[in-house]
């Protein structure tokens, strides 16, 4: 559970690192360290509890899209995670939805390539 929070706060630290319209506020090394794991955090309640909603309501969407709307409701997510993350004054924001759609995309990505790369290293224990 650690790995997969690790990995989560990892994969949106790329997203923020490489989209412009995904923004951390400035400040030192710990306090955006501390910031992307927090906003790791509420990603990680965000889609343990309200993903499951959205894909059961959008389940024929998702049918008939052959899993491309995930995409829409990974950015939906970001953007919820956004508007959360505001409300708490952290200063993390998706400002477009462009940004939220290739963020979903990246924090997609990278977030299974990390926990395939830790699943892998568990089995040769």
Do not use: C, Y
């Amino acid at each position: 559970m650690l790995v997969r929070f690790l990995a989560s706060a990892a994969a949106l630290a790329v997203a923020t690192w490489l989209l412009p319209g995904i923004t951390l506020a400035d400040g030192d090394n710990w306090s955006r360290a501390t910031t992307m794991l927090i906003v790791a955090a509420i990603f990680g309640i965000v889609n343990s509890v309200i993903k499951p909603l959205f894909k059961f309501v959008t389940a024929p969407l998702i049918f008939l899209s052959l899993g491309l709307f995930l995409l829409v409701i990974n950015a939906l997510l970001l953007e919820l995670v956004s508007w959360a993350a505001g409300q708490f004054g952290l200063g993390w924001s998706v400002t477009d939805w462009g940004s939220a759609i290739w963020g979903a995309v990246i924090v997609s990505v990278v977030s299974f390539v990390l926990n395939a790369f830790f699943k892998r290293s568990e089995q040769h224990r």
